[in-house]
């Protein structure tokens, strides 16, 4: 799938008026952000993007925006992420992200190596690593665990690296369920199971541990899907969403008889723990 990078570049610039655009936009389908000093840049699938998502009056008389769109396509991916974003990550002191190509990066309890094309996931993110640090708090000896939105399979690793028994990652997108496939390769987890769709592909199996890094209107919709395949003492970990949706996530998942245990945040992304 082609990206479109949106540089936008906000007037006046503050942390809170990026904090309105990105909860805002998010909502339409953009799925990443990186932050520079002087302008943000936005990542939405190419298909979803249109000149009027972007329109000024959404946040007069707040600020006013400038903005340039770049095709980013999926071929180029690898090279665009290795000159300018990906680089190695420790999460909690305990597990690296990596990608082949880097050469200089601390040792860590746990190496993932990343080799990231079009899947977001390389765990710079705040949603991914808001659940890695809750992974690494928790026993996964023998544990099944469905992971939703997969991405680049950097969840189910780190979960197969900490003893779960049986994986199944599914995301809707191409590059990411590939990207799944070859880095669970890569890292020696041979109980991953990689599948292209959607909460469709779901059935009578029961999992212990169930990811769902996803949009919040995905996350909504798909809550029922996402109990019928929880058991007594289940864990459900929601990410994807920001700490205003917090209450609507709770509810849907409160529908379904879901139980919530936790969050927590960073830069206005949350993760939610609920329990069956």
Avoid at 107 to 130: D, Q, R
Avoid at 153 to 174: F, N, Q, W
Avoid at 255 to 275: G, M, P, R, Y
Wanted: hydrophobic fraction near 40%; charge should be negative; aromatic fraction near 10%.
């Amino acid at each position: 799938m082609d990206y479109q990078k949106v540089t936008v570049k906000l007037n006046p610039d503050t942390q809170d008026f990026r904090d309105v655009f990105m909860a805002s936009v998010g909502e339409l389908g953009f799925d990443s952000f990186v932050e520079e000093d002087d302008h943000l840049e936005a990542f939405i699938p190419a298909p979803l993007w249109n000149e009027s998502l972007l329109v000024n009056e959404m946040f007069q008389p707040m600020f006013s925006l400038e903005y340039e769109v770049e095709l980013i396509p999926e071929q180029n991916w690898n090279e665009v992420w290795e000159k300018n974003y990906f680089q190695p990550l420790l999460i909690s002191n305990q597990c690296l992200i990596r990608a082949p190509f880097h050469k200089d990066y601390p040792i860590a309890k746990y190496e993932i190596v990343i080799e990231p094309k079009m899947a977001f996931g390389t765990g710079n993110h705040e949603t991914t690593s808001l659940v890695m640090e809750q992974i690494l708090e928790m026993d996964f000896e023998g544990k099944t665990v469905l992971d939703m939105g997969c991405g680049t399979g950097v969840l189910s690793i780190l979960a197969s690296m900490k003893g779960a028994e049986k994986i199944k990652a599914i995301d809707i997108d191409k590059w990411a369920y590939e990207s799944t496939v070859e880095n669970a390769e890569i890292n020696k987890c041979p109980n991953i199971e990689g599948l292209l769709g959607d909460a469709s592909l779901l059935g009578k199996e029961q999992y212990d541990i169930v990811f769902a890094n996803i949009h919040k209107n995905v996350l909504i919709n798909d809550m029922s899907k996402y109990a019928s395949v929880m058991h007594s003492g289940s864990k459900l970990f929601l990410s994807g969403f920001y700490t205003q949706d917090l209450e609507d996530i709770k509810n849907a998942a409160l529908k379904e008889e879901l139980q919530f245990n936790s969050h927590a945040s960073k830069n206005n992304w949350v993760v939610a723990i609920f329990e069956r």
